[in-house]
């Protein structure tokens, strides 16, 4: 049974910095593709960014691309997101996922966490 608990969240000032946890337990990391999403109220959820098993190979949605920054610790089986240079619209859900490193691009994540909260003020 696979179980991804997201952790870290928060309510920041504009421009702050969060750093997010998500802890995998019944699969390991390195053989999967763990990606973030958020959710905003009335918005669709909205892929955020990934890490994937073969190296150092993340990906970035534009909205974030410079500012969060997608790491592992394969000791801890956890998957960190550091959002730096928070915006109001970064304001979200934060949900983790995770899929067999092995699926094709646009494959459905399998595995997903009950979310954690980003709040992020004028």
């Known amino acids: 049974q696979v179980q991804l608990v997201e952790s870290g969240g928060g309510s920041v000032q504009d421009g702050g910095s969060l750093r997010l946890s998500c802890a995998a337990s019944?699969?390991?990391?390195?053989?999967?593709?763990v990606a973030w999403f958020r959710q905003a109220p009335g918005n669709e959820r909205e892929f955020v960014g990934n890490?994937?098993?073969?190296?150092?190979?993340?990906y970035y949605a534009d909205s974030v691309k410079g500012r969060f920054t997608i790491s592992r610790d394969d000791a801890k089986n956890t998957v960190y997101l550091q959002m730096n240079s928070l915006k109001p619209e970064d304001t979200a859900v934060y949900y983790c996922a995770m899929r067999k490193a092995y699926a094709g691009a646009g494959a459905p994540y399998d595995d997903w966490g009950q979310g954690t909260q980003v709040t992020v003020s004028t």
């Open positions: 019944g699969r390991t990391i390195s053989s999967s593709t």
């Open positions: 890490i994937r098993w073969s190296g150092v190979s993340t």
